[in-house]
């Protein structure tokens, strides 16, 4: 009997950033190898801080240290960064995806290395902005990946391949526009059945958007006003990405504990970052479900009292009242006077002639 093959599912996992601090340059790092920049002769570098202009070129040199007991191989490539979907982490590109930035612009003299165990090896790379390019702020990464792929076990099995990345802080000269922008703001209430039997939240969500050049550290404040104006929320939220990276988003979620059961009113949102700020707003109706199903039941009994009343004293429905109207409808324009009437004379009617 033929053995089936193995379903394999791939995740890579790009551990990026200060996720570790290690002597000399706080190097990104995932216990088993680290990426860092190769100190200069100033000081250590914790990332690559770049500033060039279009059609300039530099080199550099990126370090890989193998912490194990065994060599590993590694390949390198560069690759743009962005900002998750879920929380607005820093992540970046994997190797198959289509670069526009420092992964495009930037080439490793070697596409792979192979590092001894305990043993650090110093590779150079050079990046070279291209003429034309979109002044601001360009992000990304250095990429060491594991290539090998652990298998897992069990009928649909989980291959975990590894990476771990220097981040590079481009920016191109030339103008510089800080924006950012809250869109999509929506909010949905979770309340009791009974009002006063129970909690009443609400749940915010708005997307977050860098619609200019430069990386943002933004801040988002939350107010809510319920009728006549009255403040019903004022607070600053969390869970804000610290870098919003140029031209992504991100969706956020924000919780509102003890929301009014019976209020209508506004949620406005504003973000605000160095150079930019803007707000958006979405109206909120608090109504229990009960109250609305006792106003619909009240509602409907009232018709119903209503018309057996009409019946009982012989007046007409509303619907033959109407029809009743609509029979009777006079000119919109002013009545003239009817001419008089011209009678008519009679032509005499002729005898017959008497024969002789």
Do not use: C
């Amino acid at each position: 009997m033929r053995r089936r093959a193995q379903p394999y599912v791939l995740l890579l996992s790009l551990l990026l950033g200060a996720l570790l601090t290690a002597s000399p340059a706080r190097a990104a790092d995932n216990g088993s190898w680290s990426v860092y920049p190769v100190a200069s002769k100033i000081a250590a570098r914790p990332y690559f801080y770049l500033s060039l202009d279009p059609g300039q070129t530099l080199t550099d040199k990126v370090a890989v240290a193998n912490k194990t007991g065994r060599p590993l191989t590694f390949r390198l490539y560069a690759a743009d960064a962005y900002n998750t979907a879920r929380d607005g982490g820093f992540a970046v590109r994997t190797v198959a995806e289509k670069m526009r930035g420092v992964g495009a612009w930037a080439k490793l003299s070697k596409p792979r290395v192979t590092v001894p165990p305990h043993r650090t090896v110093t590779v150079p790379f050079t990046l070279r902005v291209p003429q034309g390019a979109e002044p601001g702020d360009h992000p990304g990464a250095i990429v060491a990946l594991d290539e090998h792929v652990d298998p897992g076990a069990g009928a649909l099995a989980l291959g975990v391949q590894r990476a771990v990345g220097a981040r590079v802080y481009l920016r191109v000269s030339g103008p510089t526009l800080p924006a950012v922008a809250v869109e999509n703001v929506h909010i949905s209430h979770h309340q009791p059945l009974v009002p006063g039997l129970g909690d009443s939240t609400a749940t915010i969500t708005y997307t977050l958007h860098n619609t200019g050049n430069i990386t943002l550290n933004p801040r988002v404040r939350l107010r809510a006003q319920g009728l006549f104006g009255r403040t019903l929320l004022s607070r600053t939220l969390t869970g804000i990405p610290s870098e919003l990276l140029p031209g992504e988003q991100v969706r956020l979620t924000a919780r509102w504990r003890d929301a009014p059961q019976l209020d209508r009113g506004d949620v406005t949102l504003t973000a605000s970052a160095t150079g930019t700020s803007e707000s958006a707003s979405a109206s909120f109706l608090a109504l229990p479900w009960l109250v609305l199903a006792l106003v619909f039941v009240a509602g409907v009994a009232g018709g119903a009292l209503f018309a057996r009343l009409r019946r009982g004293r012989g007046l007409p429905s509303p619907a033959r009242y109407l029809r009743a109207r609509r029979g009777r409808v006079r000119p919109s324009g002013p009545v003239r006077p009817s001419p008089p009437a011209v009678p008519t004379p009679s032509r005499p009617r002729s005898s017959p002639s008497a024969r002789p």
